[in-house]
């Protein structure tokens, strides 16, 4: 598979593709394959492109540089907000392919924007941050981070109040 920018630069590559390849365009996320010697864009529902939307975003992701500081002090900020809007006590940053778990508690009386800090942190020691989407509809942020091997990896970080069970004794 091959990763360029646009269109405009998939069609001037400096080396002739192989048939059947295909090549995903970072600028708008399409997909074209090469046939006949030339490129054709692919429809989403193609049943023939043997690839998921995770691993299409893996190789998208992978070709975006790391956020800049100011930029990930923005998110920063967004995530704070996303936490206070999600509400809950507990938290997770989950990458299933990994195995990685880490479960965040969000002690009340502590102030509670030390945990935007602590996420990125944490973030930031699996590798370089690529990208982070925040998505407030379904109560979930995306963190796309290259590891020190350049693969890239999605790491959910989401409410987890109904995965823990809190035991009292009488």
């Known amino acids: 598979m091959i990763t360029v920018k646009n269109y405009e630069t998939l069609i001037r590559l400096p080396s002739t593709p192989q048939e059947e390849e295909y090549a995903v365009c970072t600028e708008d996320r399409t997909v074209y394959k ?24 893996k190789t998208f992701y992978n070709s975006m540089p790391e956020l800049t500081f100011n930029e990930l002090k923005d998110k920063q900020k967004e995530i704070a907000e996303w936490v206070h809007r999600a509400g809950g006590t507990y938290f997770m940053l989950l990458n299933r392919e990994r195995a990685d778990y880490t479960v965040f508690h969000i002690n009340k009386s502590i102030y509670i924007k ?48 109904n995965g823990v069970i809190e035991c009292t004794t009488n």
């Open 114 to 161: 030390s945990i935007d800090k602590e996420v990125v942190d944490i973030v930031c020691s699996r590798g370089k941050i690529k990208s982070i989407e925040i998505n407030n509809k379904e109560l979930w942020i995306q963190f796309w981070i290259e590891d020190k091997d350049k693969n890239v990896f999605m790491y959910a970080f989401f409410p987890y109040d």
């Open 34 to 57: 090469y046939l006949n010697n030339e490129w054709h864009k692919i429809d989403a529902s193609d049943t023939k492109l043997n690839i998921n939307l995770y691993e299409l975003n």
